[in-house]
């Protein structure tokens, strides 16, 4: 009897072990890479009903988020503003009150107009956190999160994209560590922030009334390190006694 | 083998070419990998809602109903007529700035007129009336210079300046000439705050 299994088999295990050892690999990275939020939603940019310029509303005419974002301090939700708010300034007799654009707000609100429904406009939500997870604006607007920290500089995008994943690990990552998101609440909507435009005395003035250490304390306390985000947002939250929860039933209530 | 190796190098790239870099603009729903639960039903804020004929989620009042917490709009004030709900619960001077059919002056008795409640003013002012009124209130907003028709909006000047506390409330409830109304985004509190703060802009300016 001859030999069963030609010369070339000796090989053949390892060779198929290497092809789907390749094979497994390669799907392994790629879904890595493309299967997380950090893929699937950031740069989700949908067509909206107006093409509603941030840059321009919020950036060159310098309007603070709350004009039309009203109730973000009050609210879980962060409310998209109504027609009115829009119409105030866009009216008849107002600013580019005719434009193309605008099309969608005067079916909503113009009723001299032929298309008019009455309506609200439909806008597009981009940010969505799952129905089974609860998020809520005021808790973090109110303890120094500012809006840069989860949805990227809105005041300088023409139209708003997802600017960042908001998975749960997004979320365990600032709250694990919320000291390199925390600062001054009158800053909350000023996207342009950082720590440098801080006056290091107000400050420590601020601090101190909230602790009731001394300035002169912490000032001591400090020296050596460097002014920066770190520095301001741990005092900040030994201030404000920030503890963002970790447990699941805080989030999955 | 190296059939099998050049055939997964074309899929990578093909793959690599297909699925992009991270953070690509795109415009069609995010893809959800296990929606499970994402989507329960549930009425979310300003959603939509299958579950009423007109498709909205948002509800007002039901004709003839008064929701908890309002009062009934009391029947022959004009204001009422404009005014629906607004966020009101009656007509009494603190909710609509009006003693009968005339504006009030002075503040209404429930509002703690402290250094808390202009500081709130000041700061709901610099959100809602600037981009019109420009900071100190002269009219000269960033916004002002783009309207079709130059406004009139000078809140410092000697007719503004002589209006009754209860009229510029008003004014801010519903609106004035070219200026809208603005009850949708500020609350009745809020109102008065900025009121205060818009005599105290006034005082500064030697009205």
């Known amino acids: 009897m001859g030999n069963i ?53 919020a950036g060159q005419l310098g309007m603070d988020c709350r004009y039309c974002h009203s109730f973000v301090e009050d609210s879980l939700h962060s409310n ?107 800053q909350i909507t000023n996207l342009d922030w950082t720590p440098d435009d801080l006056d290091q005395d107000d400050f420590y003035s601020y601090v101190s009334a909230q602790t009731g250490k001394s300035a002169e304390d912490l000032k001591k306390g400090d020296e050596g390190k460097e002014w920066g ?3 301001i947002g741990s005092h900040l939250q030994m201030a404000w006694d920030v503890h963002p929860p970790q447990d699941c039933a805080a989030c999955h209530r | 083998m190296r059939w099998f190796f050049l055939i997964l190098a074309i899929a990578v790239v093909a793959t690599v070419y297909a699925i992009g870099p991270r953070g690509v603009k795109f415009s069609d729903p995010p893809f959800e990998l296990f929606p499970d639960m994402d989507h329960q039903y549930r009425v979310n804020p300003q959603k939509p809602s299958g579950f009423f004929e007109d498709g909205q989620g948002s509800r007002k009042p039901i004709e003839g109903t008064v929701p908890v917490g ?64 420009g900071n100190s209130g002269n009219g000269a907003g960033v916004v002002s210079k783009y309207w079709a028709i130059p406004p009139s909006a000078n809140l410092i000047d000697a007719r503004v300046s002589a209006m009754p506390e209860g009229q510029i409330f008003w ?37």
Not at chain 1, 43 to 51: K, R, T
């Open chain 1, 80 to 186: 998209v503003p109504t027609a009115q708010v829009c119409w105030n300034c866009h009216g008849p007799g107002k600013v580019k009150s005719d434009s193309p654009k605008l099309e969608p707000l005067r079916q909503a609100m113009d009723e001299n107009s032929e298309n008019y429904t009455g309506k609200p406009i439909e806008w597009v939500q981009i940010h969505k956190v799952p129905d089974y997870a609860y998020f809520n604006h005021s808790v973090h607007v109110n303890r120094g999160v500012s809006c840069v920290e989860c949805h990227g500089k809105v005041n300088e995008m023409p139209v708003v994209f997802h600017a960042e994943p908001m998975s749960m690990s997004w979320c365990l990552d600032c709250h694990r560590n919320p000291e390199k998101a925390l600062r001054p609440l009158d």
């Open chain 2, 70 to 133: 309002f009062e009934l709009p009391h029947a022959g004030n004009e204001a009422d007529l404009t005014s629906d709900l607004d966020f009101s619960r009656g007509d009494s001077y603190f909710d609509t700035g009006l003693f009968g059919d005339f504006y009030g002056s002075g503040y209404p008795e429930t509002l703690e007129l402290d250094a808390a409640f202009l500081a709130r003013g000041k700061q709901r002012f610099q959100i809602t009336c600037t981009p019109c009124h």
């Open chain 1, 229 to 231: 985000q770190d520095l």
């Open chain 1, 5 to 57: 299994f030609p010369r070339w088999t000796n090989l053949l295990a390892i060779k198929v072990l290497l092809c789907a050892g390749a094979l497994g690999t390669c799907v392994i990275a790629v879904a890595w890479y493309s299967w997380t939020p950090k893929y699937t939603r950031v740069g989700y940019m949908p067509q909206q009903p107006i093409p509603f310029d941030h840059s321009l509303h």
């Open chain 2, 171 to 207: 004014t801010i409830t519903h609106g004035k000439g070219l200026m809208g109304p603005y009850n949708g985004v500020l609350s009745v509190n809020d109102r008065w705050a900025i009121v205060a703060y818009v005599k105290s802009l006034q005082a500064a300016a030697g009205n």
